[in-house]
């Protein structure tokens, strides 16, 4: 993009965030503004100049939801002073997460990004971020809560409320929110390939969130900064926004049960134990192997058949990038399924040992009772998302 204009957009579905990009434009950095006519103008100016003395190339995309102090307009008067700057003006929508969103779908770098539009995100962080990027992130996030960060005039009840929120999510969401000090933040970068094709539905203010829960992310690296207090306008956030946090990470956690996945993942499960099963029944009855052995092959078989279908079919939209991502998948099931299956072992034995059980019975009583569980976390553990 070489000049700055307006974007009219009418209805509040997103669009997809294509995987194209123009090879000129490193960055894409969305600024979502609702009434910040007054704190636009120095944001920008302060991004232009922070970025300009990077070299690299940039664009500024404002989404502003038809703010009713218009600044989309005061924004739109910057676009010959700052060529880089598109402005999106939403007639329908509203929401920061899909602004962030919205913006990106417009947006032309290799690099997508977002920044608060009320200055109290420091502009010159985006030199740091951008550093993190070029030495291989796949998410640099600006971090309130490292050593060199902090947040200047937070009263202490808000500094608990937002703690306790943290706090709330990392129980909830341990791998996406524990991996990150600053999971609420609303300033980062990250690559496009990482958002590009990933169907995202974020309710409210948190989009790096949905992020770090719906994609990819292998490689995160955070950079402090001190979180400003505003100097114009006033803030979005109300209680509102908190219930809107909390159903954002019930659905989140509900997520990977409702995706097209899990029928996937139920019938290799179920065809595994099967399997387990009939390959017992072939080497212990047919063959006449004995008990330990034919139990300890046939739940060898199920874990192979499982890592093998689970990577070609059931999580085939997030296959394994290297050979090592495939053998630390194959030894990450057996680590799980392996305690298992010397249980299973053990039950088994025991049952008919101790109780007088059959062995097919038996074998049958801890396949039911062990494995069902043990497949389910192990596949939910080795493939969820953001891990692999
Ligand atoms: N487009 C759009 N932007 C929004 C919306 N709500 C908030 N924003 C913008 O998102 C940024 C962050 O919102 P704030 O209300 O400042 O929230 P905060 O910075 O987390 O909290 P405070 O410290 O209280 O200001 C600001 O630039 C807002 O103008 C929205 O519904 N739509
Ligand atoms: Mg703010």
Redesign the pocket.
Same mark, same amino acid.
């Given at each position: 993009m070489t000049s700055g204009k307006v974007v009219e957009v009418t209805g509040d579905q997103p669009r997809p965030i294509p995987d194209g990009y123009d090879p000129t434009i490193e960055v894409s950095l969305v $600024?979502?503004? @609702? /009434?910040?006519a007054d704190?636009i103008g120095d944001l920008l100016r302060g991004l232009h100049a922070a970025l300009t003395a990077t070299g690299v190339g940039f664009e500024l995309i404002v989404?502003? /939801?038809d703010s009713p102090d218009e600044t989309w307009r005061v924004a739109a008067g910057l676009t010959t002073e700052i060529p880089e700057l598109t402005v999106i003006r939403?007639q329908e929508a509203? %929401?920061?997460a899909t602004?962030v969103l919205g913006g990106w779908s417009y947006a032309h770098g290799r690099l997508l990004g977002a920044i /608060?539009?009320?200055g109290?995100h420091p502009p010159n962080v985006i030199v740091d971020l951008l550093a993190s990027m070029s030495e291989g992130a796949d998410v640099a996030v600006a971090s309130r809560h490292l050593p060199e960060g902090g947040m200047v005039g937070w009263s202490p009840a808000r500094r608990l409320l937002s703690r306790g929120a943290q706090t709330l999510g990392q129980l909830l969401l341990p791998g996406t929110i524990g991996r990150v000090t600053d999971p609420m933040s %609303?300033y980062f970068l990250l690559r496009r390939d990482i958002v590009a094709g990933t169907e995202m539905d974020p309710v409210g @203010?948190k989009i790096l969130l949905e992020v770090l829960a719906r994609c990819d992310v292998r490689r995160l690296v955070e950079s402090p900064y001190v979180?400003l207090q505003?100097t114009a %306008?006033r803030?979005? $956030?109300a209680v509102g926004h908190y219930v809107g946090y909390l159903r954002h990470l019930l659905r989140l956690r509900v997520y990977p049960l409702r995706s097209r996945a899990l029928v996937r993942y139920l019938a290799v499960t179920g065809v595994a134990l099967a399997l387990d099963a009939v390959v017992f029944l072939a080497l212990f009855d047919l063959s006449g192997w004995n008990l330990t052995r034919s139990a300890a092959i046939a739940g060898e078989t199920a874990i192979l058949f499982t890592v093998l279908l689970h990577d070609l079919w059931t999580f085939a939209g997030r296959p394994a990038r290297t050979f090592l991502d495939r053998v630390r998948r194959l030894v990450g099931m057996h680590l799980v399924l392996g305690v298992l299956l010397f249980t299973r072992l053990a039950v088994t034995n025991a049952l008919v040992n101790w109780i007088g059980v059959g062995p097919l019975a038996a074998f049958l009583i801890a396949l039911a009772v062990v494995m069902p569980g043990g497949h389910l976390l192990g596949s939910r553990l080795t493939w969820r998302s953001g891990r692999s």
């Open positions: $600024v979502p503004t @609702y /009434d910040e704190n989404v502003d /939801d939403r509203t %929401g920061l602004a /608060d539009g009320d109290q %609303g @203010y979180f505003r %306008g803030s979005k $956030v």
